[in-house]
Each structure stands twice: as C-alpha cells, then as structure tokens.
C-alpha cells in the first residue's frame, strides 16, 4: 500500500509559480510511475503530468507543456510538480497518483491517490 500526500497549493496571480509536492509513505516509491492529475469545478479530471520510475523519462499534457516541469527524488519518496507562467484555467484540486505498471496517463490505471491540494489562480 502508498500512501501519497500533496502539500504546496495556494493562491496565485495569474502569471506566477507554485510548487506541488507529493510525499510517499512506501520506500520503494521508485518502483511506481508518478503522476499528477487536476480536477476543475464541474469538469472531470484529468492528466496534467508523469514520471517515469526512474525518472529520466517525463510526460505532459499539451496544456501544460513548457509550463510545468514534474520531477522526483526517490531517495525522499517525493514527486513535484513545478507550475510556472500559471494561467486561470489552471485553477483546480490537484492530484497526486501513482501505478506500478508503466506510463500511462488514464485515470483509471493509477492504484494510489493523495487527497488533493487546491491550486487557485486569480486573473
């Protein structure tokens, strides 16, 4: 079992920068994918970004894309996701997950999920 909690969310200006991070409880967090996920008010959620067991390999959904650098430290059992250049759309609960098998960016292949952490970005 993975217990996964995010932490870093808050209020920004649109424009600015904030760092997700998402801390494991299980020490062999590097035998997971790592992936975060938002979710806006009335829309589902979806993929925002991955990173591969190892790390050397990264994924980002085109909205994001040159925005927003995931990163890991699996000596800390740690995910981040830094969010730059942030834009109102980007408000939304954002989410922290992971799955043992390979990358992938559907919900429903994630085994583990944090509680969420509210990113909100004023205009």
């Known amino acids: 079992q993975v217990q996964l909690v995010e932490s870093g969310g808050g209020l920004v200006q649109a424009g600015g920068s904030l760092r997700l991070s998402c801390a494991a409880s299980?020490?062999?967090?590097?035998?997971?994918?790592k992936g975060w996920f938002r979710q806006a008010p009335g829309k589902e959620r979806e993929f925002v970004a991955a990173i591969s067991r190892s790390g050397d390999r990264t994924y980002y959904a085109d909205s994001v894309k040159g925005r927003f650098t995931i990163s890991g430290d699996n000596a800390k059992n740690t995910v981040y996701l830094q969010m730059n250049s942030l834009k109102p759309e980007d408000t939304a609960v954002y989410y922290c997950a992971a799955r043992a098998g390979d990358y992938h960016n559907s919900i429903r292949e994630y085994d583990y999920w944090g509680q969420g952490t509210q990113v909100t970005v004023s205009s």
């Open positions: 299980r020490r062999l967090f590097s035998s997971y994918v």
